[in-house]
């Protein structure tokens, strides 16, 4: 009975009330608002707290409360939020990697646990956190989080103002049995990846490809401060117009996760810091079924995407704004201005 609750919830994770006619803020309060004491000083921390910059993506015990945590109105309003906060599409991912968490309850008899002997696997094991107070002049922030999946973000004036990091992971990367038997949550990632690779001529891989084993892991990990990698691989600059066309597709790929207003208020900062300066960099095997690795980076940006883990089964995502991660930059001009 219990796998079929988190599978109905999971699975209907889109059937919630829309609520994206109300400002973000609002959203926020009205969830605040559902939650009793209890939940409420679970939930809510200060914007300055370091609890804000704890990101992870890995099984382990998280402030907030989570899913398992609340009622049925409770859950509408904290997915109110959280579709308010991404595209249809990074809505859908968000809910198909929580659903893993099911497939990995199958693969692994439900015997793994957590250190206080709760199952490692659960699909509703995903928390929420707010900091700061969602008000329309104010900024404040929120973050959503579990195995596989942490996002964060700043609002002010009902709008997002930064949505990074953003990690998504997909165990398996495909599921090899039972009902959801050939799913592949990050399939796109993966597929327009060796596109873009496959695209390059023998001269230009020589600049891409920076080894012949991949890393096994992303770089930045959940490193507080993510900056730019070496080496950086072949330049936008230097691709053809087909390949350019590659090579945006798969940038366009993550930066469509976001709310529509951010996601193009995002485009815009990259075109601004000259997109000709985003590279794309490769590791690992040039064929799939084998560990690889590539990341795409620039003035402002970071994206890595690894496939090495679980004999090249476990996918790993993440998106970095290195200027405006957490709403550093954002927040510092603000009080700088304030004061």
């Not at 994770?13 to 609520?19: I, K, M």
């Not at 964060?152 to 398996?172: D, K, R, Y």
């Not at 496959?198 to 084993?213: C, G, N, P, R, V």
């Not at 936008?236 to 790929?253: A, C, P, R, V, Y």
Request: glycine residues 6%; negative net charge; proline residues 4%.
């Amino acid at each position: 009975m219990r796998l079929k609750t988190i599978f109905f919830f999971v699975t209907s994770f889109c059937v919630f009330a829309t609520g994206q006619a109300q400002e973000l803020h609002e959203l926020a309060q009205t969830f605040l608002n559902s939650l009793d004491s209890n939940l409420l000083e679970k939930a809510q921390f200060k914007l300055n707290d370091d609890e804000r910059y704890n990101f992870n993506y890995v099984p382990i015990e998280r402030k907030g409360p989570s899913f398992n945590d609340f009622s049925p109105h409770q859950k509408e309003a904290a997915t109110n939020l959280l579709k308010a906060s991404l595209s249809q599409d990074g809505f859908n991912k968000a809910s198909e990697i929580m659903a893993l968490e099911n497939v990995l309850i199958v693969l692994e008899n439900n015997e793994k646990k957590m250190p206080d002997g709760t199952p490692m696997r659960d699909a509703l094991n995903y928390h929420f956190t707010i900091f700061g107070k969602p008000a329309k002049g104010e900024f404040w922030g929120w973050r959503f989080e579990g195995h596989h999946v942490s996002l964060n973000f700043v609002a002010s004036e009902g709008t997002l103002v930064s949505s990074t990091p953003t990690f998504m992971g997909s165990n398996p990367g495909i599921v090899p049995s039972g009902k959801l038997e050939g799913k592949q949550v990050l399939k796109k990632e993966t597929e327009i990846g060796f596109e873009l690779l496959y695209s390059l001529s023998k001269e230009q891989l020589t600049h891409a490809l920076f080894s012949d084993k991949a890393p096994f892991e992303i770089f930045t990990r959940n490193n507080r401060t993510a900056t730019n990698l070496e080496p950086k691989g072949i330049l936008f600059s230097d691709l053809s117009e087909e390949q350019k066309i590659i090579f945006q597709k798969l940038l366009n790929l993550y930066l469509d996760n976001y709310e529509a207003k951010f996601s193009e208020a995002l485009k815009t900062k990259i075109e601004q810091a000259d997109i000709n300066k985003l590279s794309f960099a490769w590791a690992g095997s040039l064929k799939p079924g084998k560990g690889h690795y590539y990341r795409i980076q620039g003035p402002t940006l970071l994206i890595e995407y690894d496939n090495t883990q679980n004999n090249a089964n476990h996918v790993h995502t993440v998106v970095r704004d290195l200027t405006n991660d957490f709403g550093e930059d954002i927040l510092k001009q603000h009080y700088d201005h304030s004061h």
